[in-house]
């Protein structure tokens, strides 16, 4: 009876689902079907949690120990670096992801990985203004923009990222200058890119700025639309400014070799072109092509050597800087 009894102990031991828990501010869409992927191919069963990400990182410090999150996964370079900063994540030590995320989309002690690719880049309204008129992101704080352009907030962190990159390509009074000649341009500041892309296509506005995946969102529901996407600074400049969604292992987890080899498998090719297709992004992988929608909006040369963890380093300056110029 003893030798039966511990033989079912053993056999449910053996039978016991592993398991990861995700807190993620991606939404609940753009990564339901990708945990499901995972947990089809590995038997690792994924539960997960939503919410803002500074909202995240502080339920994440207030738990401590006791947290059951596995894996923090949110959006832009800054957020990621500001869970770094606050203490809640631990270096990880893999060849997959040193192999498949280039070292400027992760960060340098490698406690963060991109995982997607986002430019935020300019858009432009087809009946009022041709390509051939647009050139850099300084260039749109000349006089021929003056009253023609429209932006998002400045609160927002892909802004904040965006000017970060700015301070550290230019310097933080050539900075500034840009964001105030921007700010002497601006037609209307709006709370989101949505609002920007929308005020463009009407003729509100003859250009503006805008992460390259809300324009997709908005373009797959409404092809006729006058607008198309610029790519800047890409005659002997920088190149267009990129940012990322990403994810890094919480330093408390129980669950650290799922955990690791959940990064590993969203680097790699099948779960790469699913995390992109998904809300119109780009691969960080470079052996995984975009859908052929977003690679229709051309080829560009992007920032890569502005490396993204600067994007949190460089944050404080940045919203000191768009304080400074007016920009709202």
Known sequence: MKYLLLCLLISCAAQKTEELTVYTSRKEHLVKDLFKSFEKETKIKVNYRTGKAGALIQTIK?????????????????????????GILTDVDSKILEYNVPKHL????????????????IVYNTNKVKAS?????????????????????????????????FIDEHGYD?????????????????SNDTSVLKAVAAGQCDVGIV?????????????????KLFWPNQVDSYGVHVNVSGAGIVKTSQNKKSAIKFLEWLSTDKAQ????????????????????FVRS??????????????????????????NEASYK
């Open 174 to 190: 050539k900075s500034r200058e840009i964001i105030e000649n921007w700010v002497t341009n601006t037609q209307e500041i709006f």
């Open 133 to 165: 008129d647009l050139k850099t992101y300084e260039d749109l704080g000349s006089a021929k923009w003056n009253g023609k352009l429209c932006l998002r907030t400045s609160k927002k962190v892909y802004n904040q990222s965006l000017v970060a990159m």
């Open 273 to 292: 072109a699913q995390l992109a297709n998904v809300n119109y992004e780009y691969p960080v992988n470079s052996n995984v092509k975009a859908d052929d």
């Open 211 to 227: 992460n390259s995946y809300y324009f997709g969102r908005l373009v797959k529901e409404d092809p006729s639309l006058p607008i």
């Open 297 to 322: 909006w051309g080829e560009f040369k992007t920032n890569s050597k502005f490396e993204l963890s600067k994007a949190g380093v460089l944050q404080k300056q940045a919203v000191k800087l768009m």
């Open 106 to 121: 992760k960060d340098n002690d490698n406690h963060w990985f991109g995982l997607s690719l986002r430019a935020r880049t």
């Open 62 to 86: 207030t738990e401590g120990e006791k947290s059951p999150a596995d894996v923090f996964m949110t959006v832009d370079a800054g957020n990621l670096w500001y869970a770094k900063d606050q």
